[in-house]
């Protein structure tokens, strides 16, 4: 086991630090950036079917419904095709809405989930085209799909999952990409400034793990919170999301995830001195919206972690801390973003003795209901 951790102390730590290859490894042979095109041939094969979708409705649970958030935003904002985001568990029980043409996306880091596999052959018998975005190959996802595409992140062992996270980020980024092409609903030039820009985020998310000493000492300082909020709007309301679930399921610490906009709505009230709250503020993307969101936690005497874009001064003055992240179009943020709030929660569950790969009542795949 010591061999196969790779000289790292944990499974969970090894696979943050895959990312950089782990993204490279989907897009290699898919993206070919001189020439302007994406390969995928689960998406050439069917590409009428997928582009003449009325509605795309993606099923997912755990991380993996975090991953359909965020290709919720960059499919409609890139594809213009209406999106809905389904728990695949809530899904398959009500009765849903499907037509023929509806295309559903099953996201599965184990393509083994049974409500995920329950939720496409429902969509199945109604008569939408089913893609699988999964991560082990020839997994009962993957095989019950129509066509799909894999992420080829490599074996997942942490039952927190990370690089599946990026991985399926990144799949479904090429995806609206290339959607978006053929439609035309993207510019040529917007298209290749895309496609460059995915080739620099491996080097990018290297970057940002170098924040791992500055994440080590902040999560010193709050080791012992029994509570924790996450905010973020637009395409990082998601991760605020997955940085929440990541710290509950490892470090076992109270957290929740809410876009920025809403803490107003209830979160606010919970707010006092004792509070950190991770606000993700990104230069792109409702950066002066979140500014004044962070004013309004810090008048609340809330600690404040704030996730920024590098060389940010804004943040920087108002912020308890700041962690810095490179600098990338909006819509890719979340792929570095998440990063410091992977090893956020794992220096936590670290400190505090929890079993950080095996976390109590947790598998890493749910095969039954
Ligand atoms: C379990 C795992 C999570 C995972 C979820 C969905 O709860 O602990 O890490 O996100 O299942 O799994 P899947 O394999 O379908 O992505």
Known sequence: EQIEKGGYEHFMLKEIHEQPNAISDTFRGRMLVDKGIIRMAGVDDNMERISNAKRIIIVACGTSWHAGLVAEYVFEEIARIPVEVEYASEFRYRNPVISENDVIIAISQSGETADTMAAIKLAKEKGAFAFGVCNVVGSSISRETHAGAYTHAGPEIGVASTKAFTTQITVLTLMALKLGKFKGTISNSDFHMYLQEMERIPDKVKTALESDAVVTKIAEIYKD?????????????????????????????????????????????????????????????????????????????????????????????????????????????????????????????????????????????????
């Open 225 to 369: 919170a029994p509570n924790c909020l996450y905010l973020g709007r637009g395409y990082n309301f998601p991760v605020a999301l997955e940085g929440a679930l990541k710290l509950k399921e490892i470090s076992y610490i109270h957290a929740e995830g809410y876009p920025a906009a809403e803490m107003k709505h209830g979160p606010i009230a919970l707010i006092d001195e004792q509070m950190p709250v991770v606000v993700i503020a990104t230069k792109k993307g409702h950066y002066e919206k979140v500014v004044s969101n962070i004013q309004e936690i810090k008048s609340r005497k809330g600690k404040i972690i704030g996730i920024v874009t590098q060389g940010d001064e804004e943040v920087r003055e108002l912020a308890d801390h700041v962690i810095e992240v490179p600098e990338t179009i909006e819509a890719l943020t979340p792929l570095l973003t998440t990063i410091p709030l992977q090893l956020l929660s794992y220096h936590i569950a670290v400190m505090l003795g929890k079993n950080v790969d095996q976390p109590r009542n947790l598998a890493k795949s749910v095969t039954v209901e």
